[in-house]
C-alpha cells in the first residue's frame, strides 16, 4: 500500500491537481493498491490555513498523515524542505485530475522533483518578475551588440 496526499480545489476524484500547494483548498489524501492499482481509501482534508504561511500547513497534514509522497503544481522551499526532511517525496504535474495522477504515479510516470518549483507567476513586491533585469554583450549571431564569436 502506497499513500498519497495531492492537492486539490475541489472535493471529489475529478479534482483537477491545484497549482500552488499552500494555496489549495484540501489535501486529497489515497491509500492505493500497487496491485490492482486502484484507491483502497480517499479523503479530503480541508486546509484550514490557520497559519500565516499556508503552505507549512498543508506539508505538516501531509506529515501527520504519513505521506509517501505528495503530488502538487508549485511548491515552495519552505514545505519542499519540511517534507523532504519526513522523506516525503514530492511529484509535479500540471492538469491532471486525482483518478489521472493515480496510475501515473504508480506506474512512475510522473515527475519527481528534486529541487522547490516556485510559482514564476507571482510576483512579490521589489521583485522583477520571471523577465528580471539581465543586461549582456550578446555573444554570438544576430544578438545586438554582440561580437562575432567563431
Given at each position: ?59 505538516q497534514i501531509s506529515i501527520n498523515e504519513r505521506l ?38 504508480l506506474d512512475g510516470n510522473l515527475t519527481q522533483l ?37
Open positions: 500500500m502506497k499513500k498519497i496526499g495531492i492537492s486539490v480545489d475541489d472535493k471529489n476524484l475529478n479534482s483537477i491537481v491545484s497549482q500552488g500547494f499552500g494555496k489549495a483548498q484540501y489535501l486529497c489524501v489515497l491509500e492505493l493498491d500497487e496491485v490492482t492499482k486502484q484507491i483502497t481509501q480517499h479523503q479530503f482534508i480541508d486546509n484550514q490555513y490557520q497559519s500565516s504561511r499556508p503552505a507549512y500547513n498543508l506539508a509517501d509522497a505528495v503530488v502538487t503544481g508549485y511548491i515552495g522551499v519552505g514545505p519542499f524542505v519540511s517534507l523532504q526532511a519526513e522523506n516525503i517525496e514530492i511529484y509535479h504535474t500540471k492538469g491532471l485530475s486525482v483518478n489521472d495522477i493515480v496510475p501515473k504515479y528534486n529541487k522547490p518549483a516556485p510559482n514564476m507567476k507571482r510576483n512579490k513586491k521589489g521583485s522583477k518578475g520571471i523577465q528580471g533585469n539581465c543586461s549582456g554583450s550578446g555573444y554570438g549571431n544576430g544578438q545586438g551588440k554582440g561580437k562575432n564569436n567563431p
